[in-house]
């Protein structure tokens, strides 16, 4: 059973910061996408960061140069530390991974219940 559990969100101050955590039981991240969606009020759901199957990372035009992914090294927690954060970035914050076997991964994701953070 995969559970993604996704923490750290909270209210704060345009310029300030903060580092989302996401706590995977069941899969490992690693070899198959991961990443961090969000989606702000009346908005459709979009990808802020994602770490491709090779291993490649992208951000979002408007996160480049603010917001950083990063994983421990076994594989169970997903990170997104946020910097400079701006009044635009108010969403809630979704972790994903694919889905996957023992020997490929799946398109399709599971997905965290979000965590809500507020700039103001």
């Known amino acids: 059973h995969v559970q993604l559990v996704e923490s750290g969100g909270d209210s704060v101050q345009a310029g300030g910061s903060l580092k989302l955590s996401c706590a995977a039981s069941?899969?490992?991240?690693?070899?198959?996408?991961r990443g961090w969606y969000r989606q702000a009020p009346g908005k459709e759901r979009e990808p802020v960061s994602i770490?491709?199957?090779?291993?490649?990372?992208t951000y979002a035009d408007s996160v480049k140069g603010r917001f950083t992914i990063s994983q421990d090294s076994a594989g169970n927690t997903l990170y997104l530390q946020m910097n400079s954060l701006k009044t635009e970035d108010t969403a809630v914050y979704y972790c994903?991974?694919?889905?996957?076997?023992?020997?490929?991964?799946?398109?399709?994701?599971?997905w965290g219940q979000g965590t809500q953070v507020t700039v103001s």
């Open positions: 069941g899969l490992r991240f690693n070899r198959c996408e």
């Open positions: 994903a991974a694919e889905d996957r076997t023992s020997f490929y991964c799946r398109s399709s994701k599971f």
């Open positions: 770490i491709s199957r090779d291993g490649t990372t």
